[in-house]
């Protein structure tokens, strides 16, 4: 299994989407590349995310790039739906530098590369969200989310 950090706006609708596809082991709601160890501080420059444990032999980066930009506006800066703020900036982070690869093949492969704000930056930290952050979706599932219901149920 390897692990990848996916923003896609709030995380929750991201969490609920991610968390069907194919080859995905496991789905945390979290924070990353703050500066902070805590949930406890101010706005330290994190983007709400997912930590996505996925099997590469099922799924690989690309296809997880693809299925991101079925949920995502590629072309907003810090905002998804009625979310705006840096928090919410789209982005794939991750420890391994052929995950990063393969996501900016994935990008500078598109007829509109110079359009994307999509960052493909190094995880340099993570802090899991809180336990009422996790699955929220499932739990709520009136809750606001900037993903349609048809595209967040698209691979159940």
């Known amino acids: 299994m390897e692990v990848v950090y996916i923003a896609g706006g709030c995380l929750w609708g ?3 989407f991610v968390k069907t596809l194919p080859g ?3 789905t945390e709601a979290g924070r990353v590349n703050g500066t902070s160890h805590t949930l406890a501080d101010d706005y330290d420059g994190y983007a709400e995310c997912v930590k996505t444990g996925f099997d590469p032999t099922i799924v690989t980066i690309r296809e997880l790039m693809g299925y991101l930009f079925e949920i995502i506006d590629p072309y907003s800066l810090n905002k998804q739906g009625q979310d ?3 928090k919410y900036r789209t982005g ?3 420890e391994k530098p052929e995950h990063l690869k393969e996501a900016q093949a994935f990008l500078s492969e598109r007829n509109d590369y110079d359009l ?3 960052e493909v930056l190094s995880f340099t930290n993570y802090v899991r ?3 009422e952050h996790q699955d929220r979706l499932a739990r709520y ?6 993903i349609p219901e ?3 149920r698209k691979y159940k």
Do not use: K, R, T, W
């Open 24 to 26: 995905v082991m496991f």
């Open 116 to 118: 994307i704000v999509v």
């Open 129 to 131: 969200s809180a336990e």
């Open 92 to 94: 794939v982070y991750s």
């Open 14 to 16: 991201v969490q609920a």
């Open 84 to 86: 705006v703020g840096e």
């Open 150 to 152: 048809e595209i967040l």
């Open 141 to 146: 599932p009136n809750d606001y989310c900037h």
